[in-house]
């Protein structure tokens, strides 16, 4: 685990294909997300993390 939030947290993971390759995985509880009214902000975070392109903002590669 790298880090921990309010909505979930953050593990390091390598895709087999691509051993050499390192990425942070962010896992939110979406029951946590719903009850407390945030959909809304957790879209507009997914919606902007997959159009940014910033040396200090980590670039979102996938999403489920």
């Known amino acids: ?6 909505f979930g947290k ?3 993971v ?4 691509s051993p050499n ?3 942070a995985m962010k ?4 029951q946590h ?3 407390t ?5 957790i879209i507009t975070e997914r919606l902007l993390l997959s159009e940014i392109d ?3 903002i980590v670039n979102l590669r996938f999403t489920f």
């Open 33 to 35: 997300i719903v009850q």
């Open 21 to 23: 390759q390192l990425f």
């Open 10 to 12: 953050v593990i390091l």
């Open 37 to 41: 009214k945030n959909v809304k902000n």
């Open 54 to 56: 910033c040396k200090f």
């Open 27 to 30: 896992i939110l509880k979406k």
């Open 1 to 6: 685990m790298i880090g921990k939030g309010t």
């Open 14 to 17: 390598q895709l087999k294909k």
